[in-house]
Nanobody
Framework: QVQLVESGGGLVQPGGSLRLSCAVSGSRFSINAVSWHRQAPGKQREFLAVITSRGTTNYADAVKDRFTISRDSAKNTVYLQMNSLKPKDTGVYYC????????WGQGTQVTVSS
């Protein structure tokens, strides 16, 4: 049973930072790519960043200069470091395991507001 558990969300002021974690169990974490996505209120879920098993990364234009994705294979965990947060970054953040079948976590809420 593949499980992804996101954590680290919360309320932050504009310009602040958060680090999200995605703990993955039950998957072939060592070979699967893992990505982060978010869904803002009333909008479709959008891609943010992906990291392959070899550490190759790719980012959406909206976040590429502010967010950093990384992975710790020893902990089966993928991180999303988010800096210079803006109110438009508000939403539910999800991680996704790209295996033969894609699995999603339950999401963690990020609210950027003063």
């Amino acid at each position: 049973q593949v499980q992804l558990v996101e954590s680290g969300g919360g309320l932050v002021q504009p310009g602040g930072s958060l680090r999200l974690s995605c703990a993955v169990s039950g998957s072939r974490f060592s070979i699967n790519a893992v990505s982060w996505h978010r869904q803002a209120p009333g909008k479709q879920r959008e891609f943010l960043a992906v990291i392959t098993s070899r550490g190759t990364t790719n980012y959406a234009d909206a976040v590429k200069d502010r967010f950093t994705i990384s992975r710790d294979s020893a902990k089966n965990t993928v991180y999303l470091q988010m800096n210079s947060l803006k109110p438009k970054d508000t939403g539910v953040y999800y991680c996704r395991d790209h295996g033969a079948v894609d699995y999603w976590g339950q999401g963690t809420q990020v609210t950027v507001s003063s």
